[in-house]
């Protein structure tokens, strides 16, 4: 009776945005009276960061301080209307969309800035601390706060936005399968190191090491946020969950989280991850979208690892201590496949 | 069934309430007296989002009776901070990203901060022992054990000055 | 966490100025004060509380509900049943036009799952909902129940919906499964020197957030109500309530936005609409929570996925063709699968390029609790089949299962199995860097090799596709048919054109930095594609290419006769109610 290491890996895509289109967001973006910006949304956040990805984004192409800017999200009689967190199309939607309000709230603004300094709005550039002033002439400078208060009360202008970010709908041809999914894909690749034992069954997750393609990362610390936490997931599908433990048999259910299995903080695994970024032609800034690939890789990782450490498939997740001793029993015993590679 | 009284210190400020005698901790705190700091996740102990602290001790609201909690002095998430100065572990669970939804960030903060109040200096598997209680779902559990043992770091300092 | 800056470098402008940095969340001192108001956060005087009635069986016919006791209990204020619902059939996907209501908010005739609700207890407290609840007697006659999608879909089996008496999703109005042709995957097989076949059964799994579904709808002024809701989509919610209580969309008020994790089981309105009837009924706030055993049992999970993988795969390595046959469970409704078997279409064969792809997608109706969206909806389940398949099929070769990967990958410029052009690709960069820090060896060839080279060329040609009228709906004996005709080489018959709109900034007004190019897709062939064939007469449902793809107008107003919720144009279903 012993323990036996294995190690697996697996490469994966992810489709951003609902595949066939028929998936607007909308924005709106307004000012305070001093430059302070407000983003109505009806985006939702649940969890996965909707307000602060969509705070960075407003702040970025208006060109004020991230402080400067709060979202307000969900509200359905200020916020407009938005599709809705899934499908990973948050951050792509909703962010193009913010986009949009942005650059229409910031043309505003550069005009009443214009109109203050007496030139050219064409010639004005934020420099992202609160101020405008003329490209390659700093000095010739206007604040926001002093533009906004200009605007309100001098010109009469508002300085606001709105923004729709529509991918259109599309067909799909019933014989042949064609249609046009999503623009945007973003990838990954994980290695999972585990150890089997086969007195007992159990599979006991060492480590992880992964490369990410999202995109143009947003917010990094909301990035690594979705991919541990993603990660923790994944092997909590890989090896413990299911409301049907002997699917389709319906019985012997959990009910509750005395018996539906997940890991604990003792049973996490170190995980390395390492981001490219590739961004998206479609994308804010080139943004993708992590939140729901992240635990996709780690399934399959897990199971080629187990297979890898002691030469049982198991297909039928999750795999289990049960499955992992049918397994050996059927296989005659543990059959450990080559080792590959170094120590992640 | 009648209500009965029910009064114990809660945050520090003398509170009061009629509950049925069958009314959990969660349910006056939450409907009887408006903190909403405490969360319903399970109703039967297996979650940890309702943990308060009740005598300096870890307890589930859910399931304890409120009127157990006469004379009582109960903390929960909603008075962690001293005014508007944010405890070291609420500084540190922002500083590591430690929450994402927030749902089970209140439990996990009381179970941390009982932790703390009995051993200011934990290891690793202390912290782990100490939120096994409490379930994420978001965040793998990584950034909340690295913002416990960081808000520990900071605290004796805190302590002697 | 680390970064490969010097990977698509050229690609990006990392002069930022807050995009790209790792600043604090807006909503996290909420989080860590407990001030983060989720919907159950909200205080109302009079709030009352509401439970429902589930079914005990499977699959029963409902002979007679008596609520008479119930009535009388102690703090009830109010029953509802099927009869009171205005509205008491939907699908979620009617707010975009694709399938058929299939569902009652509560069950009038018919239970399909354990755990269905069928009436519904508003109380003046938790307690007292829980124990008139316990008095409601509901008479069954319970029915033979199918569990397994296979049997479902066999003839002979119990109808589970009876929108769908055939057990599975319509696709089309023509076929019971959506189908995935590309290229002759017989053709392949045949040349193959290696075939790997295997079945893959992905568990169902609860989403279990820690906040369990619920809502709190309340009278508000101006003659609306306002609803605290954890809707993972606002207006898609506010819209299916709208629906189905029978309300202009500006007589309800949503709020939410902060939602206690959802990973996609807070998508289907699941106590919205009954807590909006509510409070329309009894003139009060009603609270409807789901306890943690509901949550975990009818909640609705990540549906279980069978997938059968055959591989034909060249003694080099080259993968020539794939078929992948899988079975969605959809429990007894159709929720969300019916989406998520078009989005698992797309998706294959996985992020390789294979000369000949075909797939058969059922989406199954069992006597179990709907399935619905979650976190990798559509996709999770398939890339866990084919990433262990690839595993096996690199072990059927003799290759090691990186090498294998790199090997296959899709590039810039390959035509995907459901006929568009790759680009953006970085597959074969993610294997390499995992392999490198995994100190995994690989080959220099392995090494070398780019997303950016070696696609397109005869990797973009459409090859000549054998195409079947096999599973037409409700005629299970057509499954097993011969090809009908073959598409020539190059056929394409969806207009290409999907150009987002994204409108907000005038003419005259200068644009932000940076901000997103966008242009159509455009086939990667030098030449043109051969004109489409000659429709079918049996396509008559779906509309014919148009002969310049144009940007496919936004959504007409809803017609009057249609309710307050938000109406779209024709996805690619047509809707019958």
Request: charged letters at 20%.
């Amino acid at each position: 009776m012993a323990r036996f290491r294995g190690r697996g890996m697996a490469s994966v895509n992810y489709p951003i945005g609902m595949n066939l289109g028929g998936d607007p967001s909308q924005a709106l973006i307004h000012s305070n009276p001093d430059g302070k910006f407000t983003v109505a949304l009806s985006a939702i956040d649940l969890g996965q960061g909707m307000k602060q990805v969509t705070r960075q984004v407003a702040a970025e192409t208006l060109g004020v301080p991230v402080e400067d800017v709060y979202v307000d999200t969900a509200d359905s009689d200020t916020g407009p209307h938005d599709m809705g967190s899934f499908a990973s199309r948050g951050t792509h939607r909703m962010g193009n969309a913010v986009i949009a309000a942005a650059r229409e709230a910031r043309g505003v603004l550069l005009e009443a800035a214009a109109e203050e300094l007496e030139v050219n709005a064409a010639d004005l550039v934020t420099d992202g601390k609160g101020n405008i002033h003329v490209k390659g002439a700093p000095s010739r400078a206007i604040t926001v706060r002093a533009t906004a208060q200009a605007a309100q009360f001098k010109q009469g202008k508002t300085i606001a936005g709105r923004g729709i970010f529509l991918i259109p709908l599309s067909s799909v041809d019933p014989e042949t399968g064609e249609m046009n999914p999503n623009t945007a894909f973003a990838h990954a690749c994980l290695v999972a190191d585990v150890e089997v034992d086969d007195e007992t069954g159990e599979v006991a997750v060492l480590g992880m090491s992964s490369a990410y393609e999202l995109g143009r990362v947003i917010n990094p610390k909301m990035v690594e946020q979705q991919l541990v936490g993603g990660a923790w997931m994944g092997i909590s599908h890989a090896l413990y969950e299911t409301p049907e433990p002997y699917y389709p048999n319906p019985d012997h259910g959990p009910r509750d989280f005395n018996e539906y299995l997940m890991p604990g903080p003792g049973d996490i695994a170190p995980y390395s991850i390492t981001i490219l970024e590739r961004p998206a032609p479609d994308g804010p800034f080139g943004g993708k979208g992590p939140g729901e690939m992240c635990a996709n890789p780690v399934l399959p990782a897990i199971a080629n690892a187990v297979y890898n450490a002691i030469g049982v498939r198991v297909n039928d997740l999750p795999i289990t201590p049960e499955k992992i001793l049918r397994g050996l029993r059927a296989n005659g015993g543990v059959k450990p496949q080559p080792r590959r590679g170094g120590a992640l | 069934m009648a209500k009965v009284p029910v009064q114990f210190r809660l945050n520090g400020s003398d509170r009061a309430a009629f509950a049925d005698p069958a009314d959990n901790l969660l349910t006056v705190l939450r409907r009887g007296l408006n903190d909403f700091g405490p969360k319903y996740g399970c109703g039967q102990g297996t979650c940890g989002t309702c943990s308060v602290l009740i005598d300096g001790e870890l307890r589930l609201a859910c399931l304890t009776l409120a009127a157990s909690c006469e004379g009582a002095s109960i903390e929960t998430v909603s008075g962690m901070a001293d005014g508007p100065s944010l405890h070291p572990l609420q500084n540190a669970f922002m500083e590591h990203f430690a929450a994402q939804c927030g749902f089970c960030t209140p439990g996990m903060l009381t179970a941390a901060k009982a932790l703390l109040d009995r051993n200011p200096n934990p290891g690793r598997e202390d912290v782990i022992d100490a939120i096994a209680g409490n379930i994420c779902r978001c965040t793998g559990y990584e950034p909340i054990i690295q913002a416990i043992l960081a808000a520990a770091r900071t605290l004796p300092a805190q302590r002697r000055s | 966490m680390e970064f490969r800056k010097d990977l698509f470098q050229n690609e990006r402008d990392d002069n930022l100025n807050v995009v790209g940095k790792g600043v604090q969340r807006q909503d996290m001192p909420g989080h860590v004060t407990g001030r983060s108001p989720f919907f159950d956060d909200h205080a109302f005087e009079g709030l009352l509380h509401l439970k429902v009635v589930r079914s005990p069986h499977h699959h029963a016919r409902i002979r007679r509900i008596d609520i008479s006791a119930a009535e009388r209990a102690p703090g009830v204020k109010r029953i509802l049943r099927g009869a009171d619902v205005p509205v008491n059939k939907n699908t979620l996907l009617s707010l975009i036009n694709f399938g058929k209501d299939d569902e009652p908010s509560l069950a009038v005739d018919k239970v399909r799952y354990k755990g269905e609700p069928i009436v519904a207890i508003i109380a003046e407290s938790e307690a007292q909902a829980l124990a008139a609840r316990a008095l409601v007697r509901v008479e069954y006659e319970p029915l033979p129940a199918v569990f397994d999608v296979e049997e479902a879909l066999k003839p002979g089996a119990p109808v589970v919906n009876d929108t769908y008496p055939g057990n599975c999703f319509e696709y089309h109005e023509k076929y019971d499964h959506q189908k995935l042709r590309f290229g002759d995957v017989e053709r392949g097989f045949a040349m193959a020197d290696h075939i790997v076949e295997d079945r893959y059964q992905m568990s169902p799994i609860e989403h279990a957030p820690t906040e369990t579904n619920g809502s709190i709808a309340a009278p508000e002024q101006n003659d609306r109500f306002v609803v605290h809701s954890c809707a993972q989509g606002l207006f898609f919610s506010l819209g299916t309530a709208a629906k189905i209580v029978n309300l202009d969309s500006n007589r309800l008020h949503f709020i939410g936005g902060t939602v206690g994790g959802g990973f996609g089981g807070k998508v289907d309105s699941l106590t919205e609409p009954l807590a909006v009837l509510g409070a329309m009924m009894t003139g009060r706030p009603v609270r409807y929570v789901l306890d943690r055993e509901e949550e975990m049992l009818h909640g609705g999970p990540r549906g279980a996925e069978r997938i059968y993988i055959k591989d034909g795969i060249a003694r080099d390595g080259r993968i020539l063709a794939r078929h992948i046959r899988s079975y969605f469970d959809a429990g007894a409704y159709t929720r969300l699968s019916s989406y998520a078997a078009i989005k698992c279409t797309a998706h294959l064969p996985g992020p390789y390029t294979i000369p000949n792809v075909t797939s058969d997608i059922y989406v199954a109706y069992t006597n179990r609790c709907p399935s619905t969206a979650m976190r990798g909806f559509g996709i999770t389940a398939v890339d866990f089949a084919l990433e262990v398949h690839m595993d096996k099929g690199a072990e059927a070769c003799g290759l090691d299962p990186v090498e294998f990967r790199i090997l296959n990958a899709y590039r810039d410029g390959d035509m995907k199995a459901h006929r568009r052009v790759a680009k953006n690709t970085a597959l074969i960069e993610c294997v390499q860097v995992a392999a490198e820090k995994a100190r995994w060896p690989l080959s220099e060839e392995a090494q070398r090799q780019s997303s950016l080279t070696g696609g397109g060329g005869a990797r973009a040609e459409i090859p000549a596709t054998p195409i079947d009228e096999n599973g037409r709906i409700n005629r299970p004996e057509t499954r097993g048919g011969r090809p009908t005709q073959t598409l020539p080489a190059g056929t394409m018959r969806v207009p290409m054109t999907k150009q987002p709109i994204m409108e907000g900034s005038t003419e005259n007004r200068p644009s932000a930095p940076s901000v997103p190019q966008y242009e159509p897709y455009r086939p990667a062939t030098a030449a043109p594609p051969p004109p489409p064939p000659p429709v079918p007469a049996s396509r008559s449902a779906a509309p014919p290419p148009p002969a310049a793809p144009p940007v496919p107008p936004p959504a007409g107003p809803a017609p009057a006769s249609q309710h307050g919720a938000h109406r779209f144009s024709s996805v690619f279903g047509t809707r019958r109610r």
